[in-house]
Each structure stands twice: as C-alpha cells, then as structure tokens.
C-alpha cells in the first residue's frame, strides 16, 4: 500500500541531544512537507521541499534542519538549539508542486510525538 | 492570528444527530480543505471545495463556502461514535496551506 511513514511514534530527547525524525513516502510524491502541533493548536509549519537536494524553511524554522537527498525522504532533525521540541510532529506529501499542491490535499504520516526529558 | 479559526472549539453530540462546525478566515483563497485527526494519529483529507463553488457533498459531509463572509461551513449528517476526532480547516492561498486550530467533536454512543 502506498503511503507516508514516520518513525519512531514516540522519541524521547534529553536536553542538549540532537534527534532526527524518520520520514519515508512510496507515493511518488514530488512536495514534502514538516509540521508541529501543539496542543490547542494548528499545524505550523517548518520546513517543506519541493524538489530533490532542495527546502524551504516554514514559520518556524528555527533549531531544525532536514534534508532531501531522496525524492522519498525527507528527515527532520531537532537540534539542541529548539529551546521548546515537546511536541507532535507531522510530515505530509502532496503530489505535485507549488499551485499543483494547492488543488489537490495533502497525505499525511501518522507522527511523532517528541518529548525532551 | 491564525488564517483559519474554527467554531466551536469543542462539541458534543449525540449519536445519529447532525454535527455542524464552522471556519472563518481573513483573506482571499484559492480553496478550502477539510481534514479530520482521529487522537494521536496524522490528518485525513476529506474534501477540498474551490473559491467559485458554494456546496460541496461527499457521503455523509457537506461543505459551504461563502466568500463573500470569508467563512465555511462542515456538516457531518447522522453522526457516528466513529467520527469522534478533530477537525481542521486548511485555507489555500497561491499554493501556502493554513491550518486552523481545529474543533474536537466527541459523538456519544
């Protein structure tokens, strides 16, 4: 079955320990995207990639860094400079690009609850 | 504040009635999406209705979208415990989703 998959489902993260968030679409899905929910909350975002070996930095980009060296993968890590990482973490596809994007939704992962211990 | 806001915040009904949550936003969009979060897991696309249409049906949803009041509208008829979950509008500008901070819909068996 085709779909987005997000490992592990729950991350624990000491203080000053960077921590990286596995995401892994078989969509064939060009767009790839991260976001953060906090309870009571929106989704925000923090990074997104439209194409392989390039991103974007979101709203809140500060203290993560990804990658995208696969069209598949898209790995979020939190460094220890993310004061607040406690969160649900949420990576999403969409097939296509930019207004591509817009018409037709997004797939989303099942997430990643982070919690700094 | 956020593009999206949803009205209520939290709603309880009871099984077989109809659920009715609401989403206003400020500026102009290309479309408007539905999503629905079940607790702990990642958001499911429900349905997406464009800025030039007014109604949209699927199964048992029904989506308004008044553009001119810059709000929408998401009926679930004949609810069931199943459709216990959040619900969050996405507002979609040239290609940037916003997401709402949703409404938490409980259905009592």
């Known amino acids: 079955d085709g779909g987005i998959t997000q490992s592990p489902k729950y991350l624990f993260r000491k203080e000053g320990q960077n921590v990286t968030l596995s995401c892994e679409q078989n969509?064939?899905?060009?767009?790839m995207y991260w976001y953060r929910q906090d309870p009571g909350q929106g989704l925000r975002l923090i990074y997104y990639s439209q194409i392989v070996n390039d991103f974007q930095k979101g709203d809140i980009a500060e203290g993560y860094s990804v990658s995208r060296e696969k069209k598949e993968s898209f790995p979020l890590t939190v460094t220890s400079a993310q004061k607040n990482p406690t969160a649900f973490y949420l990576c999403?596809?969409?097939?296509?690009?930019?207004?591509?994007?817009?018409?037709?939704?997004?797939?989303f992962g099942s997430g990643t609850r982070l919690t700094v211990v | 504040s956020q593009q999206g806001e949803e009205d209520p915040q939290a709603l309880s009904i009871q099984e077989g009635e109809n659920a009715t949550m609401n989403c206003s936003y400020k500026t102009s969009i290309n479309n408007l999406q539905w999503y629905r979060q079940n607790s702990g897991r990642g958001l499911v696309h429900l349905i997406l209705?464009?800025?030039?249409?007014r109604e949209k049906h699927s199964g048992r949803l029904r989506v308004t979208l008044d553009t001119s009041k810059k709000s929408s509208s998401l009926l679930i008829t004949a609810s069931r415990a199943a459709d216990t979950a959040s619900y969050f509008c996405a507002t979609v500008g040239t290609y940037k989703y916003i997401f709402g901070t949703g409404t938490r819909l409980k259905v009592l068996a």
């Open positions: 209705i464009r800025s030039n249409e």
């Open positions: 999403a596809s969409s097939m296509y690009r930019d207004k591509g994007a817009a018409n037709y939704g997004y797939t």
């Open positions: 969509l064939n899905h060009d767009a």
